[in-house]
């Protein structure tokens, strides 16, 4: 994960920078419940600072209305917080609706926002209440990070605060040595909720992927490693995971920084608290060009839509790409098919399955690019599901 400057950034990471998205017109506004593309429904204000807005993120209720969050870089003060905004239109438009803020170390929201809904009761939350996870750090990003866990028990219109996830003594910042903790990803395994994030608390390690568990949402456990390199310089980061339902196996990409140059990387365990002791797989395109994705991956798996027996489509998103990679069940490193999508790529572009009028639709979140910070904003696309 990269933070420290917009100078830094460009010397850090050439590859995974994208023109596709920045200052563009944009499209009309789409129809209600309609497939579309690169539909930019948040302008960020013209004194936003940083980024302005990037890492989208987004969680579907059961009544089909859509959420969108991401880092949202507003000129403080008030303290930056994680928005969110609803759509009742399949995304075709968005209101502000209510937002995930601080409510306890006077901070800010600030970085990589995830959403999550609980698929079972869990630690005295029922079933379908909802949790935001997401990096609190002060704006000078020196003196303390958390990875925080907010909840929500009202359909996303207010949030409180449940625990600290993580912390790390800091600088909030990508130099070696500096104890940064970055980009919380939630899913829940064998009545635990688990938490993957990317650690640069390890002495000997520049980053690395780890995660940790909770059975009650109160307290977590220690860090585990998922992924570390020997290489001291190297970076993975990043996580996300997929369930493949067909097999009952679990994925996770991460981006491979340092020596293999972000390029996009994934696991495959039967266990998702086991992956450290499997091998990463660079993943490529099949196509003939052997298309490589760099940085920011995102990963999901659903059933395909083009046969009833349970077999899946597996499709990542990078940074650097449009396209998707679709695959499999199986993630065959030979079988990544590049398919157009049609979605400007982003950093970093999330992935969900999502139901339009009761039909299955892939939904993107964008909340662009690390090129020019005035050209990002937040946009949106819902198509067919790609098999
Ligand atoms: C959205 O609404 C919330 C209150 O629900 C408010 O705190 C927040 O500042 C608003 N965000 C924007 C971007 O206007
Ligand atoms: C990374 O890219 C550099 C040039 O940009 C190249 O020299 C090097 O071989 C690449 N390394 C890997 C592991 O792809
Ligand atoms: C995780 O895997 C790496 C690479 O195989 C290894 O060096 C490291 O010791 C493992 N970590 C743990 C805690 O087992
Ligand atoms: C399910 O159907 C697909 C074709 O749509 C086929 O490739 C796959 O092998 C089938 N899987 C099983 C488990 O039968
Ligand atoms: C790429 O993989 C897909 C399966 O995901 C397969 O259908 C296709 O034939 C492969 N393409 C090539 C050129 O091997």
Redesign the pocket.
């Known amino acids: 994960m990269y933070y420290l400057s917009l100078a830094s950034i460009l010397l850090l990471t050439p590859n995974i920078l994208s023109t596709s998205a920045q200052c563009v017109t944009p499209n009309p506004t789409p129809a209600a419940n309609t497939d579309f593309n690169d539909n930019i429904f948040f302008f960020p204000a013209a004194d936003a600072v940083e980024w302005k807005t990037l890492y989208a993120r987004s969680l579907q209720l059961p009544d089909e209305s859509l959420l969108m969050t991401w880092e949202n870089y507003a000129a403080e003060p008030p303290l930056v917080n994680h928005p969110i905004y609803k759509s009742t239109d399949g995304g075709a438009t968005y209101s502000n609706f209510s937002a995930v803020k601080d409510q306890v170390n006077g901070w800010g929201m600030r970085f990589q926002p995830f959403l999550y809904t609980l698929p079972q009761a869990f630690g005295g939350y029922a079933a379908g209440d909802l949790l935001a996870a997401g990096v609190s750090a002060p704006e000078s990003l020196t003196g303390g990070v958390y990875i925080e866990l907010y909840a929500s028990t009202d359909s996303a219109e207010t949030w409180n605060f449940v625990s600290h996830i993580a912390y790390g003594a800091g600088p909030e910042i990508i130099t070696s040595g500096d104890e940064a903790i970055w980009e919380p990803f939630l899913m829940m395994y064998n009545n635990e909720l688990v938490c993957y994030f990317s650690d640069q608390r390890d002495p000997a390690h520049s980053q690395k992927l780890v995660h940790v568990t909770t059975t009650g949402l109160k307290t977590w456990s220690s860090t585990i490693e998922d992924v570390s390199y020997y290489t001291y310089d190297d970076r993975p980061g990043m996580t996300t995971v997929a369930y493949i339902e067909s097999t009952d196996q679990y994925i996770m990409t991460y981006e491979y920084c340092g020596s293999a140059n972000c390029t996009v990387h994934y696991k495959m365990s039967s266990n998702p608290l086991l992956f450290n002791s499997t091998t990463g797989i660079a993943l490529v395109?099949?196509?003939?060009a052997g298309t490589v994705p760099y940085g920011s991956p995102y990963i999901i798996w659903t059933p395909n839509p083009s046969n009833t027996n349970g077999s899946g489509v597996l499709i990542a998103s990078s940074g650097s790409t449009e396209q998707v990679f679709?695959?499999?069940d199986g993630a065959?490193p030979?079988?990544?098919?590049?398919v157009d999508v049609g979605q400007w790529s982003a950093y970093s572009r999330s992935l969900r399955i999502i139901t339009v009028e009761g039909n299955k639709k892939l939904l993107f979140g964008n909340g662009g690019n690390m090129g020019n910070p005035d050209c990002n904003s937040v946009a949106n696309g819902v198509i067919d599901i790609p098999y």
């Open positions: 395109g099949n196509d003939t679709i695959n499999g065959d030979t079988e990544w098919k590049v």
